[in-house]
């Protein structure tokens, strides 16, 4: 992995705002779909795909490819637009989101898109599947390494803390977990609706490597994702610290955008925020 120089972490930015204008254009013309998890996680999707993933567009069933695994699929507008922006398909692809037919459907469907490791909607199934493929890789002398989004909010199903256990049991260091740590759910505080709370420590007590950063700063979580990737005989977690909407004032912390889109009006405001920014990272950098 080559350094991230100054120059790179800029381009890194304006690509992570590109994201999230793609997300809110994509949700206009749906008319509906989620709007504070994609675009919480957009500096995270953008850090993958731009920096830590081993991928390759032109070759998106590359066998060494990493696998992203998409745990909470409800937060699909964030993949589809890094996927897009990163070469994938297409930028105008993305007014299809929820459309009848398209290969934007609301949760990812694995058949539809190159890439799409799995197909996701039921929470709590993302670490099984990853764990499943990780252990594969270990039997067939594979190197490549399993990226896993989940949300906080799925840390409330069993099965999630099932997977915990075989990822440990198996010492399946080639897994990299990454939880949105926004704090909401589609009817409110995570914290009030069913506590994760101590987090850090019931991973660890699980006998998992365990880190923690801002999930919105992507040199930090670069940074603390190429020092997870070097554990060796554990999996890891990075704890990603996010605020809900990212990126756009009236969003932002609120959790009633949980699960809708923004409406034309809405969405104006919201891409102003967004160019305005750009602009500014621009004549920073």
């Not at 994509?26 to 996680?41: I, K, Q, R, V």
């Not at 898109?113 to 599947?129: C, F, I, R």
């Not at 699980?206 to 919105?216: A, H, I, L, Q, Y």
């Amino acid at each position: 992995m080559q350094p991230l120089t100054p120059a790179g972490l800029t381009e890194l930015k304006l690509k992570a705002n590109d994201v999230r204008q793609g997300i809110i254009r994509a949700l206009l013309a749906a008319g509906s779909g989620h709007s504070a998890g994609p675009l919480d996680m957009s500096d995270v999707f953008t850090a993958l795909y731009g920096y830590l993933m081993r991928h390759d567009p032109a070759k998106p069933d590359w066998p060494q490819r990493d696998r992203l695994i998409l745990s909470c699929g409800h937060i699909a507008p964030v993949r589809y637009s890094a996927m897009a922006n990163f070469g994938y398909f297409p930028l105008d692809e993305l007014l299809t989101l929820r459309k009848f037919g398209t290969r934007l459907q609301g949760h990812p469907e694995r058949v539809r898109l190159p890439a799409v490791e799995t197909t996701s909607g039921p929470l709590g199934e993302g670490l099984a599947q990853a764990v499943g493929m990780a252990l594969g890789a270990k039997m067939d002398g594979k190197d490549f390494r399993l990226w896993v989004v989940t949300s906080d909010a799925e840390h409330q199903c069993g099965l999630h803390w099932e997977a915990v256990l075989t990822g440990a049991k198996f010492a399946l260091d080639n897994v990299t977990a990454i939880v949105d740590r926004n704090f909401i759910q589609i009817d409110g505080s995570t914290e009030d609706v069913m506590p994760l709370e101590p987090l850090v420590e019931k991973y660890r007590a699980f006998n998992w490597e365990v880190f923690e950063c801002d999930g919105n700063d992507i040199a930090a979580f670069i940074e603390t994702a190429a020092r997870a990737t070097q554990t060796v005989g554990k999996p890891q977690v990075i704890v990603a610290h996010t605020v809900p909407g990212k990126g756009v004032s009236y969003m932002e912390g609120d959790y009633t955008w949980h699960g809708k889109a923004p409406n034309a009006q809405q969405a104006e405001e919201a891409l102003r925020e967004l160019t305005a920014a750009r602009e500014r990272i621009a004549s920073d950098g």
